[in-house]
């Protein structure tokens, strides 16, 4: 594995420590690279509702924003688990990353195993694309 990833790993592992999921008891981190090169990394936060709860990527997706505005875009998404299987951004997610870049590359780590790496277009197939 590259330096950069094993780096984003222990980003996401990190956010995954900081997740609140008192209700799923299912913790997931997540850390992102924008095209500018900045790691932006996010954790779940569960709320007593369920509906309110948020998810890691977009918590992170909306932490880019709020850094760079509106020239954000995402390369590259991390997803960290502490389950045997490693899991895959829900469609809400992947709605949400492909607002900020349509070839991004999404790598899902679990605590066994090797990594699932996928990409946007894999996973969110003919998705709209309108232009502005
Ligand atoms: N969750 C994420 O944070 N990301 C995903 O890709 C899948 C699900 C969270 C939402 C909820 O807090 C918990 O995992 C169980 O679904």
Not at 58 to 66: K, N, Q, S, T
Not at 91 to 104: D, L, P
Request: glycine share 6%; net charge negative.
């Amino acid at each position: 594995m590259s330096q950069e990833l094993d780096f984003l790993i222990a980003r996401a592992k990190s956010a995954c420590e900081k997740a609140y999921a008192p209700y799923s008891k299912f913790p997931v981190g997540c850390a992102l690279v924008s095209a500018s090169g900045q790691v932006y990394t996010g954790c779940n936060v569960e709320n007593i509702s369920f509906g309110l709860t948020i998810c890691a990527e977009r918590a992170a997706v909306f932490a880019g924003v709020l850094a760079e505005g509106s020239e954000f875009k995402i390369k590259k998404v991390v997803i960290y688990t502490p389950t045997e299987v490693p899991i895959t951004p829900c469609g809400a997610c992947r709605q949400v990353i492909h607002e900020f870049g349509k070839e991004v590359e999404v790598v899902s780590v679990c605590n066994t195993g090797h990594p699932n790496i996928a990409n946007l277009p894999f996973l969110l197939p003919d998705s709209p694309a309108i232009a502005l």
